[in-house]
């Protein structure tokens, strides 16, 4: 069987992926997407903590996946939401023009 | 370390660079949607099987169509190939991330001991315990998530349909 490590270095390694990408790109949409791999390296998380854990019978790991999806859900809705008003707004989804609080 | 995990986590993280880096959006969300399911199928490999098909169907199935649908009502898809992909001071996140993933997550995974087998290896399914969990300790959980979703719905209607000043006039000059 494979050890809970690997899992957990398989998620760190995600994680870094969408981090370096939010922090990197210029495209809105992108920095969502990245967003979203790394919530999901975060549910791996859960999952693999959950199967190796003494008592999977008490569901933790599932529950808090579950709810942490339907969150993510909703935050991709609105954040598309507000890319596309946005865009509106700007005629461009280049986060770096989005500069109208700059002091 | 098996060959499933293997090929999966090689499949993983190949399409998440890939979804992280490519300058045609439509590529990348496609890779995304490569990675979405290479981790349902790890969840599948993990025993939590309704999980697995959670996340192909909101996953896969509604994020990744939602993006798309993003992508289409936003403009240009392929990105001009003269045009940087990186935002202003983009060298200051590789640091950044590494001491993340090299000072933090790392050494936490290896400085803590942790269990090398599973709890059991034995096939049970998860949906019952999982359906009896909802419904009894976190049932006013799934109410306020229930709320949440109608909200963010709700929300996301709103402020994608909101026109700004300048459309209207803008409207008024085409026609």
């Not at chain 1, 920095?31 to 854990?53: G, S, T, Y």
């Amino acid at each position: 069987m494979t050890p809970l490590s690997s899992y957990l270095v398989l998620a760190a390694i995600i994680f870094f992926i969408g981090l370096l990408g939010a922090l990197t790109r210029r495209h809105a949409i992108i920095v969502l997407i990245c967003i979203e791999l790394m919530l999901n390296a975060a549910n791996l998380n859960f999952i693999a903590f959950w199967r190796f854990n003494p008592h999977p019978e008490a569901m933790l790991g599932p529950i808090f996946v579950l709810f942490s999806i339907a969150v993510a859900g909703s935050e991709a809705a609105v954040g598309l939401a507000l890319v596309i008003s946005i865009y509106r707004f700007y005629r461009s989804v280049d986060v770096e023009k989005m500069n109208a609080l700059q002091g | 370390m098996n060959i499933t995990f293997t090929i999966l986590s090689t499949l993983a993280i190949v399409s998440a660079l890939l979804a992280a880096r490519l300058r045609n959006l439509v590529y990348a969300v496609l890779s995304l949607m490569i990675f979405f399911s290479a981790l349902a199928a790890l969840f599948i490999v993990l025993l939590a099987e309704f999980i697995g098909a959670v996340q192909i169907l909101v996953y896969v199935g509604a994020v990744g169509i939602l993006i798309l649908f993003a992508i289409m009502l936003t403009h240009h898809i392929a990105g001009s190939t003269g045009e940087r992909i990186d935002a202003r001071g983009w060298f200051w996140a590789i640091p950044a991330a590494g001491a993340v993933l090299f000072g933090i997550l790392l050494p936490a995974i290896i400085y803590t001991p942790l269990p090398l087998v599973p709890s059991s290896s034995t096939y049970e399914p998860s949906v019952l315990h999982l359906g009896q969990a909802l419904m009894s300790p976190y049932a006013a959980t799934l109410e306020i998530m229930a709320l949440l979703l109608t909200a963010a719905m709700i929300g996301a209607v709103v402020i994608a349909m909101t026109l700004q000043p300048g459309d209207k006039e803008k409207h008024a000059d085409q026609n």
